[in-house]
């Protein structure tokens, strides 16, 4: 006697099944839909496969594991590199007279350096910023103790910022006393020192931007207006005159320039002369029998005494 199959997918209460139910001759098969896993006949038993397989784990788990020991290394790196760069800022800073240069700016709070001559020491990021990182289109002049380059700083002061050349140990030392004594000089026919940058290897110094050139140009450029050219360079040369009578006799001590000449001789708006540039200059001894060790200036304008014996003086300007 032949028995009737019984479908046991229609029979879910006897029959549970929470897949794919398949009926077969005298029994069934109760599968998890494809992709997923697990049992079947229990009620939220199938689960999506996961696709990662063992391996694969390992191989992310340990590229992860590499990558992130490179991130630390490289960070820690960054970090020496960050102190390395900080320490050797401070000590270009003290080598420079920084700390010299602090002292007295505070002991000399309420003159023109503490007060409102504001003059300031600059951060080397300063002045990168201001001059576009010392891109070439913002040179004004390149001369034999440096490069000058125009600057904006954040205030929105036009200035000229002077990148010099190596700088002897001697001047180094010197060079915190020189730039606050500098930094004080409030003459309208010199350029005005506003501040410097000390945490570099060699300083560089800040000045007020003077828009209209040098003399020089003046005078060998397409501008010279004729009819008024002898007029203008009697005013301009009596200006530069009392420009280093002002150094020479009110500024304390002395300060000579060395290195007069007509590309040193800066013109404003108003054609007003603006004496420039003190890369050769030096404080006027205290011992008249001092004498400097070293001759600087630019050949052709050098004072032929000072040539001969290194001894720079007020004449030697003059």
Same mark, same amino acid.
């Given at each position: 006697m032949q028995t009737e199959d019984i479908d046991e997918c229609h029979l879910k209460d006897e029959y549970p099944c929470y897949g794919v139910c398949t009926n077969t001759p005298g029994s069934h098969t109760c599968q998890c839909p494809p992709g997923t896993s697990g049992g079947a006949t229990a009620k939220n038993g199938?689960?999506? /496969?996961?696709?990662?397989?063992? %391996?694969?784990?390992?191989?992310?788990?340990?590229?992860? *594991? #590499?990558?992130?020991?490179?991130?630390?290394?490289?960070?820690?790196?960054?970090?020496?590199? /960050?102190?390395?760069?900080?320490? %050797?800022?401070?000590?270009?800073?003290?080598?420079?007279? *920084? #700390?010299i240069l602090q002292q007295q700016m505070r002991s000399n709070r309420g003159t023109a350096v503490g007060g409102g001559g504001g003059f300031k020491i600059f951060s080397e990021e300063e002045l990168e910023k201001a001059t576009n990182n010392f891109a070439t289109?913002?040179?004004?002049?390149?001369?034999?103790?440096?490069?000058?380059?125009?600057?904006?700083?954040?205030?929105?002061?036009?200035?000229?910022i002077k990148k010099s050349k190596m700088m002897e140990k001697s001047d180094i030392k010197e060079f915190a006393r020189e730039m606050l004594i500098l930094s004080q000089i409030n003459h309208r026919n010199v350029v005005k020192l506003l501040g410097c940058c000390l945490d570099v290897e060699v300083p560089m110094l800040v000045?007020?931007?003077v828009s209209n050139g040098t003399l020089y140009h003046f005078i060998h450029g397409k501008e010279l207006n004729n009819d008024t050219a002898l007029d203008t360079r009697l005013r301009?040369?009596?200006?530069?005159?009392?420009?280093?009578?002002?150094?020479?006799?009110?500024?304390?001590?002395?300060?000579?320039?060395?290195?007069?000449?007509?590309?040193?001789?800066?013109?404003?708006?108003?054609?007003?002369?603006?004496?420039?540039?003190?890369?050769?200059?030096?404080l006027a001894p205290s011992d008249e029998v001092q004498i400097a060790t070293l001759v600087q200036g630019t050949c052709g304008y050098l004072d032929p005494e000072y040539l001969m014996t290194c001894q720079l003086t007020d004449k030697s300007d003059v």
């Open positions: 199938c689960r999506p /496969k996961d696709n990662f397989t063992l %391996a694969l784990k390992t191989v992310i788990g340990v590229g992860v *594991g #590499v990558f992130m020991s490179v991130f630390m290394c490289f960070w820690l790196y960054l970090g020496l590199q /960050k102190r390395k760069l900080i320490k %050797a800022k401070r000590n270009f800073f003290e080598h420079n007279g *920084g #700390v289109d913002q040179v004004l002049g390149r001369g034999g103790h440096g490069i000058v380059y125009k600057g904006v700083l954040e205030d929105e002061t036009v200035v000229a000045y007020e931007y301009i040369a009596a200006e530069s005159a009392e420009a280093l009578a002002y150094m020479h006799t009110s500024a304390s001590p002395p300060i000579l320039h060395g290195d007069v000449k007509t590309a040193n001789i800066l013109l404003d708006n108003n054609l007003t002369a603006k004496v420039s540039d003190f890369g050769a200059s030096k």
